[in-house]
């Protein structure tokens, strides 16, 4: 989902809706939306909190400090989600909450001090969901990435080798495979990331 819905100012317009949400990520939850693209938020387990409507905006944030994460949209609840949306073995069980991203800034937060969140969802002011939006300015241009991830693999034929691939990415994830990133055309600044952050692979270096 790229960045949609851009006022002249170059922040996300808030729109006419009835009013305006924060959505407030447990630790783990804001790791894995860190790691992983998703283009929605799902959000199980909110019995008895406030109900938003479709269409209406949300902001997301981390909690300790509070900082704003991504900003998106209420959208229609899906009829089934699962418990961890990077595990597709996990159980399944029934939708709550769904909403669509339309700016994402979980590797560059900004901070939200001044807002009292004292539940999962929290009814805002359209003002200050705005006000929160601007902090965020223009979004960055966007530009292609070449990413790779390369894992020796000991196997009888190219078919099991591939096999083997997969099931180590879905083991390790990106919390223990190293990926590595380059702008396209300039290979020579190729960078290793694990858990999203830049990760140094030669030990050497290390001494």
């Known amino acids: 989902m790229t960045d949609t819905e851009l006022r002249a100012s170059g922040t996300i317009d808030g729109g006419s809706g009835h009013g305006a949400w924060a959505v407030l990520l447990p630790a783990e939850r804001y790791e894995a939306e860190r790691l992983v693209h998703h283009d929605t938020l799902e959000l199980t387990g909110l019995d008895g909190t406030a109900r938003p409507r479709p269409g209406e905006p949300v902001a997301v944030l981390a909690d300790e400090p509070p900082r704003l994460v991504a900003l998106g949209r209420v959208a229609a609840a899906t009829g089934e989600t699962r418990e961890d949306p990077d595990d597709p073995q996990s ?21 939200a001090e001044g807002l009292a969140l004292h539940a999962p969802v929290t009814a805002l002011d359209v003002a200050a969901w705005r006000e929160l939006a601007d902090r965020l300015g223009p979004p960055p241009a966007r530009r292609t990435w070449l990413v790779s991830l390369d894992l020796p693999i000991e196997a009888a034929t190219p078919a099991e080798a591939v096999g083997i691939f997969w099931s180590y990415v879905q083991e390790l994830g990106p919390r223990e495979l190293p990926a590595f990133v380059s702008p396209s055309g300039d290979e020579l600044a190729m960078q290793a990331f694990v858990l999203g952050a830049e990760a140094n692979q030669d030990p050497e270096e290390d001494d």
């Open 91 to 111: 159980e399944v069980g029934p939708g709550e909450l769904v909403v669509t991203y339309s700016r994402r800034a979980f590797d560059r937060p900004v901070p």
